[in-house]
């Protein structure tokens, strides 16, 4: 190998490892996915901090899926288009969740009830 060729890997790895610390560790929100399901309620924890909603949705006849995420401050709580408290909803009724999947847990961004 040459020394030119040796230097440009050199000079490849330290770039590669620069980019890792200048992206940091904040870059995961930016490439956050947002889902959304439709479901009943099947439990709302309020005792806990951050407050959690269990939404289960049917994926088939037999198959469904359960999804757990926090609700914070900056989730928005709405029936028929007006703003309403996470005590408000009652277990077994229907609710569109948008939610995002982060680092540190699922977490609510959107909850509407009919």
Sequence with gaps: MTRARQQR???CAVAALLNLFLI?????VASER???VQGQVVVINLTQSPHMIVVKTPLSKHNDMTVWA???AKT??????KRIALQTIRV???VK???????????????QLQ
Excluded: H, M, N
Excluded at 97 to 111: H, M, N, S, W
């Design 76 to 81: 928005q709580i709405t029936r028929k288009r």
């Design 92 to 94: 077994g009724e229907v």
């Design 70 to 72: 926090k609700v914070g």
């Design 34 to 36: 947002t889902y959304r």
């Design 9 to 11: 890997r050199v000079l």
């Design 97 to 111: 969740l948008t939610y995002v999947k982060q680092r540190d847990g699922v977490f609510a961004r959107l909850i």
């Design 24 to 28: 940091g560790p904040d870059s995961a």
